[in-house]
């Protein structure tokens, strides 16, 4: 307990890194609210600015970026019916039906509120949970280690798709791009095509820039009017709740909070299924209400969601080095760019830098209300801007970010590569946060996979021998299994589906 | 294309890529350090599941009943992006000044994309929009963040 506070608080109040949480909340507004865009090519796009500044300014940049991002989508949902992030389609339901019959502002307000005791609770979970998951973690040996990862990958699989093998193609493909460069264990080349620069393997900032930014780009000029954004008129409105509108929506926040914390921690899931969910269970707990109308909420179960898995998904990043969510994987890269691997280790190697990070979570909260009382009317205006402005500043964002991270032109074309790959994986509809996912846990994956074998002589009992692998190992057969009566239960549902509309045909 | 054909292609292409790996990974060099998990069998394992995987994907895309078509609208708007990437990566890399580049072909992007019709006001916005853009990556990135391009 002591570590948890014994620390220069003032330090964490300096100007820099106020500055990179407000502004950090601010641009993540911005990323959020402009529909195509979202958290995770938000945070892609603002590593390069991390590269040269330290790395506790450096994560709760891209923290307040993903929190600012997650009620940003809310902006462009409320005030056009068209969810920023895929996270806000829920918070389109009655937030803008709320809109539409004349209370922007208040709509906004409960979507800001709830949004902002959300990321509270988040991390506040993630601040109480982060020493004993840690803790519990660090007496795991290589094996163990490569099970936790596995269960990260094979969550996302199985719950993050519907399409469970073009699911697994990404993840496998996002292992096998992270073989290339000089192997860790034994120091041979592989596939590296006599190229100095593939030494280091593929580079992650190009590859994310490439397979997120550029893709987005390819989709914006190919699908979307170039000339604006459909908008013409963002209303001035002021972002209000009282505090009696508070005491009606505070106990569904607090309990669609505690479902987006779990939701984010479990890999895979994320703030779209925790908003879905929770705009569900609120439905169920109150029949009364009628919901799609404009209920308040329903706005405020959707947003406490997925602003708390923020802080949920952090925490199997920071105390197992498995990252909740794809947003949080491109986050983990921060880490990695100062050569900090997130994990067990993290906590007690680099405490100087956990928990000013934890405790500036909880500022970059207080930042998301303040910045979004004063700067939503402001943000919406972003809704003007036409898409051919957007297109040129993102191309130039990618150019700078896979270019500066070691100055190497080389990795520019990785990331004209993969946005073209991600663009077609895109199309055919291969999950690229598998394949995210898989290139960010390769490297750990491989190195505890092999070290694990070559400890154990090449017993494979190694995977079965301590009681936590057996449990670790009980949890992804339990995934599996599960995954597999889903997919028998969907089946048999469309079949009964398709049998009711064939005897309603017949009966016509 | 109808979504099928089109999976089955890129199927087709993941499935080569892996053989690839596979080829390329039974002629690595030995290393100095003898593994009991060698550096090449990690990679064929994975590329070997990515095979599997693949027909598995094929097989049931070919039972499934999508097969909406897949299009891709505004392709010569998205060659027109690709093609300024790659020109603009080329130029940097074999002619140098950052900035000049940036500002003329993001500057020429900027006005084909843009819909309006030409006039004097549209050349106007597109420079001192793109002029604003550099001045903001040189004060942002070059001068504050110490980046050299």
């Known amino acids: 307990m002591a570590a948890f506070t014994s620390f220069d608080f003032g330090s964490l109040f300096s100007v820099g890194n106020l500055l990179c949480l407000f502004l950090g909340t601010l641009l993540g507004m911005i990323v959020g609210c402009l529909p195509g865009l979202g958290p995770t090519i938000g945070v892609a796009l603002c590593l390069p600015l991390t590269f040269k500044m330290d790395l506790i300014p450096s994560v709760l940049l891209l923290v307040a970026i993903y929190q600012g991002a997650e009620y940003g989508g809310s902006i462009s949902a409320i005030l056009l019916g068209i969810p920023g992030t895929i996270s806000a389609s829920a918070t389109t339901m009655d937030g803008n039906p709320l809109c539409r019959k004349g209370y922007p502002g208040k709509a906004l307000g409960y979507s800001l509120t709830s949004s902002a005791i959300g990321g509270l609770l988040g991390g506040i979970v993630l601040l109480l949970f982060i020493t004993p998951l840690s803790r519990l973690a660090f007496d795991f040996l290589d094996g163990e280690l490569f099970l936790i990862a596995m269960f990260g990958l094979i969550s996302i699989v199985t719950l993050g798709s519907d399409d469970v093998p073009k699911s697994m193609i990404s993840l496998l493909l996002g292992l096998l791009l992270r073989t290339m460069g000089a192997d860790t264990l034994s120091g041979v080349n592989r596939y590296t095509f006599g190229v100095p620069s593939m030494l280091e393997g593929l580079q992650f900032i190009a590859v994310i820039t490439g397979l997120f930014a550029l893709s987005s780009v390819f989709n914006m000029v190919g699908s979307e009017n170039l000339g604006s954004s459909g908008v013409s008129d963002v209303s001035r409105f002021k972002v209000h709740v009282s505090l009696s509108e508070l005491r009606e929506i505070l106990g569904t926040v607090l309990k669609s909070s505690v479902i987006g914390t779990i939701m984010g921690i479990i890999p895979g899931l994320g703030p779209s299924a925790a908003a879905w969910m929770s705009y569900n269970e609120v439905k169920r707990a109150h029949p009364e209400k009628k919901f799609g109308t404009g209920e308040p909420l329903g706005i405020s179960a959707c947003e406490s969601a997925n602003n708390a898995c923020v802080g949920g998904a952090l925490l199997p990043l920071l105390s197992m080095g498995i990252p909740g969510s794809g947003t949080i994987a491109v986050l983990a890269t921060a880490f990695m760019f100062k050569g900090i691997q997130p994990g067990p280790q993290l906590l007690t190697k680099y405490p100087q830098y956990v928990y000013p990070i934890l405790w500036g979570f909880l500022i970059a909260v207080f930042a998301l209300y303040i910045v979004g009382k004063f700067f939503t009317s402001l943000t919406a205006r972003m809704l003007v801007a036409p898409n051919y402005l957007l297109v040129v500043i993102i191309l130039v964002a990618i150019m700078i970010g896979s270019f500066g991270n070691r100055n190497n032109m080389f990795d520019v074309g990785v990331a004209i590569a993969f946005g073209v790959v991600g663009f077609f994986l895109i199309k055919l509809k291969y999950p690229i946060a598998s394949f995210l996912m898989a290139f960010v846990l390769g490297d750990i994956i491989e190195t505890h996979f092999r070290r694990a074998l070559t400890l154990s002589k090449g017993s494979w009992l190694v995977f079965v021998s301590r009681p936590a692998s057996i449990v670790i190992d009980l949890m992804i057969l339990a995934l599996i299994v599960s995954s597999v009566l889903r997919s028998v239960k969907a089946k048999k549902q469309k079949a009964a589906a398709a049998k009711t509309a064939e005897g309603g045909a017949d009966h016509v | ?149």
């Open chain 2, 1 to 149: 294309m109808g979504y099928k054909k089109a999976t089955c292609i890129a199927n087709g292409i993941l499935i080569a890529l892996a053989i690839a790996f596979i080829v390329m990974a039974l002629n690595f060099k030995e290393g100095f350090v003898k593994l009991v998990i060698s550096e090449k069998y990690y990679p064929i394992g994975v590329a070997g599941l990515l095979i599997v995987a693949c027909i598995i994907s094929t097989i049931k895309t070919l039972a499934g009943d999508d097969d909406h078509k897949v299009e891709i609208k505004g392709w010569k708007n998205i060659l027109l992006v690709l093609g300024t990437c790659i020109v603009f990566a080329l130029l940097w890399k074999y002619v140098g000044h950052f900035y000049v580049i940036a500002f003329v072909l993001m500057s020429g992007l900027m006005y084909v994309l843009n819909p309006e019709p030409h006039s004097k006001k549209k050349v106007l916005k597109t420079l001192l929009t793109n002029l604003a853009i550099v001045l903001v990556i040189y004060v942002g990135f070059e001068r504050l963040l110490n980046f050299r391009f």
